[in-house]
């Protein structure tokens, strides 16, 4: 029983630790939200191709959040970060001075 558990971690590990690629894409670099009604969503991405993804649902004093922790890995037009996929419908562009980045359809807006 042991050496199976063993067997699948290890098989767990590998098949998550994908190289990240943020060197590609530095326009990723920073912090971006998109806020609808009690639903506030976050990308964080940092220097290194660390990233984080955040839902938070906020109903009355208290809030649920699902969070995704993993490398930037960006291929076509597919984000990953651990095991949530994210699809980006336009790439970061500045506009007046603020930086827009277009995923799954809703536009979010870096800090």
Not at 14 to 24: G, H, Q, R, T
Not at 32 to 43: F, G, H
């Amino acid at each position: 029983m042991k050496k199976t558990l063993l067997i699948v971690l290890t098989a767990f590990l590998f098949l998550n630790c994908e190289k990240s690629n943020i060197a590609e894409h530095a326009d990723f670099i920073g912090v971006c939200t998109n806020v609808d009604a009690n639903l506030e969503r976050t990308l964080e991405v940092t220097v290194g191709g660390r990233s984080f993804y955040e839902e938070r649902k906020n109903s009355g004093n208290s809030y649920t959040a699902i969070s995704y922790n993993g490398p930037f890995v960006l291929n076509d037009s597919i984000l990953k970060i651990g095991f949530k996929k994210l699809i980006i419908n336009e790439a970061p562009t500045m506009s007046g001075g603020i930086w827009y980045l277009t995923m799954d359809n809703l536009e979010y807006k870096k800090k």
